[in-house]
């Protein structure tokens, strides 16, 4: 496969200008004042699928956001792989804190991207990463070297909770009959130490309102005779956790696997030392759940974090209301064999047991997602394992993520196929950030690994 | 005295039309749009004092809006009252929220005002109990019946915190000199049953910031590893009282002062039941320090009440941040003999020393104030006493309030006078809300009774 080396070589600075061009398009789903661009960043990625020599590209519309379809059906006796990605992006805001502007791409190097790296808003979640996916199918189609079938979906509403996405699955499940899907979405350790992302957490999101009197009070006319709904949420949710770390609702860890040793291991296999985490979140001291690594804490253990809390008065100076109603967002990250549904049920459960008889709560779930899991031994993974292991020179190791791609619970659910998680971002990129960027080291080394990703993929599914 | 009764009754269609007049000044004094406004209401005020016959009425300036000041000396033999009070009104947001607007006065009646109250911002608290001054000054006046040299200042900043006067008292030290001030910006407990606040709680305000990573982040990616500033905060403030209600911080009761049974009997002689205070503020239970009743609770306690929280993501819907930074308000209500400043320090000490290692935190103190008491014994309390006497037919009962007036600590430092608190509000006239309004009745009551109080004052000091 000599062709894809020298094809990037050869393609390289249009690689790159191409890269330029895609990222200019600011695809922020969330704000309807970008919905033209939106749409046409979905145009233009079709043009590039087309140009790349795919077939059948077209834009399958959804409630919301259309998805880009593109295929290369070669032969049915050949697996199919069908490739997800998305090209919406989070808001770019606040815009004063990027030092370029987000939808005018630069490269500039970093201390972690010498060869240097592309800044704009999607660099590396995710345009940058599908567009691996466009030149590698690029490089592969003009060699007419395919050895899977190739199915891609490309959706415009990731960043918004891909909540049409279950319907699309739903609807097209005949037409994207797949063996295993194949996702740049995720990251690496850093650029000396390949890995693959096997694992994903999952999340339970909700949020609780405690009420009291039934209007802002004058906290010197009635303070000391009424349980004040702030004081009342900050007990509440303080005692969630205890003081090593633990969470204290009844039942909450039931379904949480314990990994094995060996599963362990690997976990903690990373470079990243605890120092290493708090200089580079500048915290006074990192702090989780006691009896476990920070590596495991950051990724096989569930969470609960508060993600907002207001109430009473918050402008400038001092006003001294006793308010009505207090009010907070509360998620918990969920690991495997974790279902958010039971979790929300006994989240409200417990807080509504808590609660003093002094105040009324209410508690409403938002969205959830499962935690996700790769078996290391199956094929798909392997095919990655062993793609990445040519091109980085070094075996990956299989780390699991903290994070949560609700996505990947919902395609073992309607397609019923598993996912296998290579992406080539670091965790420095400042996705959702300002300043977001993309090393051309990890794009260049995304379009080299895909295409043997494919060749493994059917060579070990022959094998098999 | 007949010519106070007779005199209202000639002049009752005019004493309510001024006050109409009166409240139709916007003054708020916090919105810097209404300058004007609160300009306007000193000029106006200042006309008032001499249409009522008041000596040398004049502004006299301070770094912020100007005080009021009028005088009748008659007689350097005989004893002189300062009076004080506010013409600057809280603001009046949210407007939406009142029946009429709030500065186009209307009477209404309603169930505890039969005889119809004035409903607008201010009606109240404090430029309707100013004008029954005015109006009474103007009795007296007319009848040439001063049985004490008279002072009055009326400030316009009070709900701003009189921030500019202490300086104000010091730079006219001696032009106020007096033997007692005399305040109507308090209450009774209601129509029937007259009352005379003799103790005021103090304030001592406090800001907490708790800090832990350096900027906000993926709650996936960090999640676990991360003491979350959110969950500190709630942890920490959700400490600072026990189940009990009582205030956990280290010394902090050291300096309050139980009052005899006597002194109970009377705080609780009290017509409001906790059936009445739960229902009157649709609380679904009272709750507060046990071993108190809920009349202690409410004035002789101190208290610890967060008046405000944020942090995090606060908009709709959900975002899955483990944000930087997490703050809150809080205040606690002081009792005799604790000091604002003292109570200032034990807290940020204890907040300090409760913060884990994990993240940073730091205490900044607001305004403060003294509590306050005025002995029952006293002249100027037994003068009001036989004043309300006279005019309600019904001996008052000495209540404490368990809101701060920290001008009254002022007047006791500077001035070294003591205060009579001597207001004619309901707690129902909805101060500081919307839908503000002030009794007929009361305000009636209030221009009746106030030359009483001179009479009787003049009278126990010569018998004194």
């Known amino acids: 496969m000599d062709y894809v080396l020298s094809g990037i070589t050869q393609h390289r600075d249009r690689f790159i200008q191409e890269l330029v061009e895609w990222l200019k398009i600011p695809s922020v789903s969330a704000d309807p004042a970008f919905k033209n661009d939106v749409l046409h960043a979905a145009a233009y990625l079709k043009e590039q699928f087309e140009k790349a020599g795919m077939d059948n590209v077209e834009l399958l519309p959804t409630a919301g956001y259309p998805v880009v379809y593109a295929e290369k059906i070669t032969d049915a006796s050949k697996p199919t792989v069908l490739v997800y990605g998305h090209y919406d992006v989070q808001p770019a805001d606040p815009y004063e804190l990027w030092t370029s502007p987000p939808f005018e791409p630069v490269i500039k190097t970093t201390e972690l991207h010498p060869q240097g790296a592309i800044f704009a808003r999607g660099a590396c979640d995710d345009k940058g990463q599908v567009y691996m996916h466009v030149k590698a199918l690029e490089l592969m189609l003009s060699q007419q070297d395919l050895p899977c079938n190739i199915k891609v979906i490309i959706e415009g509403e990731e960043e918004i909770g891909s909540s049409h996405l279950g319907d699309f699955l739903k609807e097209y499940k005949e037409k994207l009959k797949a063996d295993v899907i194949l996702v740049s979405d995720t990251g690496i350790i850093d650029n000396e130490t390949p890995s693959i992302t096997n694992g994903l957490r999952g999340l339970c999101y909700m949020e609780v309102e405690v009420t009291g009197p039934n209007r802002d009070l004058h906290s010197g006319i009635y303070g000391g005779g009424v349980d004040n709904p702030l004081n009342v949420l900050c007990r509440l949710v303080g005692s969630l956790k205890d003081e090593s770390g633990h969470i204290t609702i009844a039942h909450f860890y039931d379904d949480v696997v314990e990994l094995s040793a060996e599963e362990k291991a690997q976990i903690n296999a990373g470079p990243v030392t605890v120092e290493d ?36 008065y918050t ?37 509504e047991k808590i609660a003093p008889p002094t105040v009324k709560v209410k508690v409403t779930p938002h969205h959830g997602g499962e935690p996700y899991v790769t078996p290391v031994d199956s094929v798909e993974f392997q095919a990655a394992n062993k793609a990445m292991e040519t091109t980085f020179g070094k075996k990956p190791l299989a780390m699991r993520n903290g994070a949560s791609i609700p996505i990947v619970a919902l395609f073992e659910e309607i397609l019923g196929l598993k996912t296998v998680l290579m992406g080539f971002g670091l965790d420095s990129d400042a996705i959702h950030s300002p300043n977001e960027h993309y090393g051309l080291f990890n794009y260049f080394k995304g379009i080299e690994t895909i295409p043997y990703f494919y060749q493994y993929y059917a060579e070990l599914r022959q094998q098999a």
């Open 277 to 312: 985490f708090e200089k580079s979140i500048g915290l006074p001291k990192s702090f989780g759940e006691q009896g476990y690594t920070l590596a495991e804490q950051l990724t096989i253990r569930p969470t609960l974090d508060v993600n907002g809390i207001w109430g009473g």
């Open 315 to 351: 402008g400038e100076g001092a006003k001294t209301v006793l308010p009505a109603k207090a009010q907070a967002k509360i998620s918990m990250r969920l690991v495997p064999n974790q279902s958010s549904e039971k979790i929300a049920e006994i989240f409200a459960q417990h807080f």
